[in-house]
């Protein structure tokens, strides 16, 4: 071994444990913010369980001519838009920033429900969901179910008694659950 080779290794062979102490330690990559995108492609999709009906109308990339309102989460962020999906199932939007509530409706045409094979009552397609362009990427898949006839839909709940003019106001209770019962206070009086 020469003299510079000497001189060489030992201050490198003295910094080794402090180097593997520095690599061994706690080391924390930060990344940087996501940014939010700023425009989306929706991608209207029918359900699974709706693919016989899907076939029977000849839609094979998507739901075609779908209505969307895209309704901004923060009311001073702006008023609804309605816009309307194309041929191919999708929907380009531009200038997004924040949550939007997105509202889907394709209604079947008579000449529509008659292509459908017997026994298939489907009306319409819908779907209801949240976007945040904070967290979304730059297409989204949108699935609609079908709407039927013959379905119950339950779109309001009012826990409060109905009062009719010229009848004694009703006494509710609520229970655990939140169910009201209600009763009539009926007066009898003697004549």
Sequence with gaps: MTVATAVYRGPVMALMPLLAG?????TELVSPPREPVASVTLEFRADAADAATIAALGWTGGIPDVQVTLTPADTMSGPPQILQGTDSGTLFVDHLA???????????????????????????????????????????????????RRRVVISEFKGDAIETPGHDPPTSTRDTCGFTTTATARSTSTG
């Design 22 to 26: 520095a690599c061994l330690g706690k």
């Design 98 to 148: 924040g949550e939007y509530k997105i509202s889907v409706d394709r209604w079947l045409t008579d000449s529509e429900r008659a292509q459908l094979s017997p026994g298939d009552d489907a009306l319409g397609f819908i779907a209801r969901m949240s976007l945040n362009t904070m967290f979304t990427g730059a297409r989204v898949r949108v699935t609609l179910a079908a709407d039927r």
